[in-house]
């Protein structure tokens, strides 16, 4: 079974552009989390989509976004890039993303804002 | 809100060493708590799982953790370092209030050094 798919695997934008990252969860699995890790903050939790539906978000601002089509894949959008948004960015699946649920993770999108 | 402590950023250790990695829980009892694992550039990976009612939880690559109420701790032991586990280790927690989905807190982290 395919693992938590995160593409591209690197990133470089320059302040004020938006990125979009991608994440195929693994096969069967309906819910996606997306989580930003910096060396400052650690890990932080961003938003939670089951069946298309957004059903948590994190303390982050309105430019972060994200959706997920019918097949589960899921995307984040991030608009007006600030420097500060230099991150890993880790998507992890789970079956139905219930509370207590183990969460298999993706290998992260590395994010430079220059 | 519930939360974890990780004591230590960095940890060092030699091969074949006892490793000890500490982690203590924020206010009531949680009912479920986490180890994982991340090795350089790759995501996090489960190490185990307690549960409640559980005391020792055994995990993978011969890691084991032990719930200690009394000490409000989820410390990680492996009895045999090897050169393999130098990765960084997070305790985490269910976050409250979260309408019973996905959310997890994550601790800082502890890094594994293994010295041979």
């Known amino acids: 079974k395919a693992g938590v798919t995160q593409t591209p695997r690197y990133l470089i934008k320059t302040r004020g552009q938006q990125v979009t990252l991608s994440c195929s969860p693994i096969?069967?699995?309906?819910?996606v989390s997306w989580y930003q890790q910096t060396p400052g903050q650690g890990l932080q939790f961003l938003f939670e989509?089951?069946?298309?539906?957004?059903?948590n978000k994190g303390n982050f601002p309105g430019r972060f976004s994200g959706r997920q089509f019918s097949n589960s894949r899921s995307e984040m959008n991030v608009s007006t890039l600030e420097l500060g948004d230099s991150a890993l960015y880790l998507c992890a699946s789970s079956f139905q993303g219930a509370y207590g649920e183990k969460l298999f993770f993706g290998s992260g999108t590395q994010l430079s804002v220059l | 809100a519930q939360s974890v402590t990780q004591l230590g950023s960095h940890v060092s250790v030699s091969e074949g060493a006892l490793v000890l990695l500490r982690c203590n829980y924020s206010s009531s009892v949680p009912p479920y708590l986490f180890w994982y694992v991340q090795y350089p550039n790759q995501g996090l990976q489960l190490l185990l799982k307690y549960t409640t009612g559980a005391t020792l939880v055994k995990g993978i690559n011969g890691f084991e953790a032990e719930f200690k109420k009394s000490e409000t701790s989820f410390h990680l032991t492996k009895p045999s370092a090897h050169m393999s586990d130098a990765a960084e280790y997070f305790c985490?927690?269910?976050?409250?209030?979260?309408?019973?989905?996905?959310?997890?807190?994550f601790g800082t982290g502890t890094k594994l050094q293994v010295i041979p």
């Open positions: 985490a927690v269910p976050a409250p209030h979260s309408g019973g989905y996905q959310k997890v807190t």
């Open positions: 989509y089951f069946s298309e539906t957004q059903r």
């Open positions: 096969s069967g699995h309906r819910s």
